[in-house]
């Protein structure tokens, strides 16, 4: 039996009242559907205009996934291959470089990378590209260089170093951005025009976009961050003046309801209503461990504007799947091992256990990523999930 409505109603609540967000919006979602859709709070703070359960917000790398299962029905279809060398269908990636450091003068010092980058280390994460905001070696080459960072959607801006050799570490990075590119590059569509053609509108995905409406602007939540008193206000974002490409690792806005449609995919092996998405083996492969011995370590943060350290589950042994983080272990929450999860650099979050049928999602429009009070909360939702089973 699915947790009790006003049991989840209260943790939003109680998260919004102790200011771990200004607005949250939830769902909870089996196999069958939608079991629990709720929310809290404002949507610009201060104006009285609710977060209602059908607000739109940035999901940042929540996207990731969507991105991953498209290049997954290419693979299926034969058009990507996990273990080629990626430069065969993006040539920017051909003979990647790794950055050694800086000289004197503060140039890059780079060395040619051992090995190819193949499309399972970009969705594993392991392909040596990181994000600046959580590494102050690429701050510093973005400087040295003046190259502009990925929020210009130039696409110069995915044109940087590794930070190690492909296959060797773990680092969150940029990744899942030129997985977007490989898409674009062997369908000869944009990745939103393949993404709505060959997920959103087979599973009824309506309010999940690259470039949204004026419809949806008019249900958005806005953007908000902490003042030094503790207090939030809503901020502007920057927007790219002349975007050259979508952001497959974070350009999505949705709403909870259409992301929960795509978890009840994932929970019903790829297929829902008679519309299968992906592969049921696929599906099983996707949530498997695709990087050995090596695990998901804390993000630690380089830009504290736009996140705290970071490390979803901390302590909770995590490895990588194509695209899921996987929880090697039992969590404290109640979820079990093997389920799937990841976030959102504005504190949206999702999970999925297939082994119990059940997944979720919690949305939030908040910077820094990680903020203490709304990860508890979210932590605080799940485990109401599983103590109402």
Known sequence: MPAAAADLDAVLEKGVSEGAAPGIVAAVVDADGVTYLGSAGERSIGTGVEMTTDT????????????GTAAMQLV?????????DAGTVCPELSNPVV??????????????AVGPITLRHLLTHTAGFVYD??????????????????????????????????????????NIDWVGLMIEAVSGQTLGEYCTENIFAPLGMNETTFAPTDALLGRASAMHTRMEDGAFVAIDLPQAENPEFEMGGGGLVSTMSDYAKFIRMILNDGEVDGVRVLGASTVADMSQNHMGDLRVSELKTAMPPFSVDAEMFAGEAKSWGLT?????????TGAPK????????????????????????????????????????????????????
């Open 99 to 112: 950055l050694e450091g800086f000289d004197d003068d503060g140039q890059p010092v780079t060395r040619p």
């Open 338 to 389: 093997g389920t799937l999860s990841w976030a959102g650099l504005a504190n949206s979050f999702f999970w999925i256990d297939r082994e119990n049928g059940l997944g979720g999602c919690y949305m939030s429009q908040l910077i820094p990523f990680a903020e203490k009070g709304t990860v508890d909360t979210f932590y605080s939702f799940m485990s109401a999930v599983y103590d109402g089973r």
């Open 324 to 332: 899921f983080q996987v929880h090697e272990e039992a969590s404290a």
């Open 133 to 174: 905001v959580w590494n102050p070696q690429m701050a510093q080459w973005y400087e040295a260089t003046g190259t502009p960072n990925i929020f210009s959607l130039e696409k110069k801006s995915l044109a940087i170093p590794l930070m190690f050799d492909p296959g060797t570490q773990w680092q969150y990075g940029i």
């Open 56 to 67: 739109v917000g940035a999901i940042f790398s929540m996207t990731k996934v969507i991105t």
């Open 76 to 84: 299926e279809q034969g058009k990507l291959d996990l273990d080629a």
